[in-house]
């Protein structure tokens, strides 16, 4: 089961941007479906974007699309979240997901990092 390391969070103002990295351990990265969670405090966890095995499709949840873009680098076995324009409502803890599915859901996902926070002021 491939271990994941979220880091990038912090503080950033109200239109700006941040890079959220997520590396990966002990698995054939390659074979993951990669996704991004978001989850606030009392709210259900959140899809935000993934990034499939079969053939690098990446597709976004409505409120992310057009902002937030994954990329993945499989001889790095780093996936990445690259946030642009944020907004105070996308403050949350971001989670880094693998699935051996081509689809990344809450039910197909194998493995989840440790969360990193992400905080946009107004």
């Known amino acids: 089961q491939v271990q994941l390391v979220e880091s990038g969070g912090g503080l950033v103002q109200a239109g700006g941007s941040l890079r959220l990295s997520c590396a990966a351990s002990?698995?054939?990265?390659?074979?993951?479906?990669m996704g991004w969670f978001r989850q606030a405090p009392g709210k259900e966890r959140e899809f935000v974007g993934a990034s499939s095995w079969s053939f690098g499709i990446t597709y976004y949840a409505d409120s992310v699309k057009g902002r937030f873009t994954i990329s993945r680098d499989n001889a790095k076995n780093t996936v990445y979240l690259q946030m642009n324009s944020l907004k105070p409502e996308d403050t949350d803890v971001y989670y880094c997901?693998?699935?051996?599915?081509?689809?990344?859901?809450?039910?197909?996902?194998?493995?989840w990092g440790q969360g990193t926070q992400v905080t946009v002021s107004s």
């Open positions: 002990g698995g054939t990265f390659s074979r993951y479906s």
């Open positions: 997901a693998a699935s051996g599915s081509k689809t990344v859901t809450m039910s197909t996902v194998s493995s």
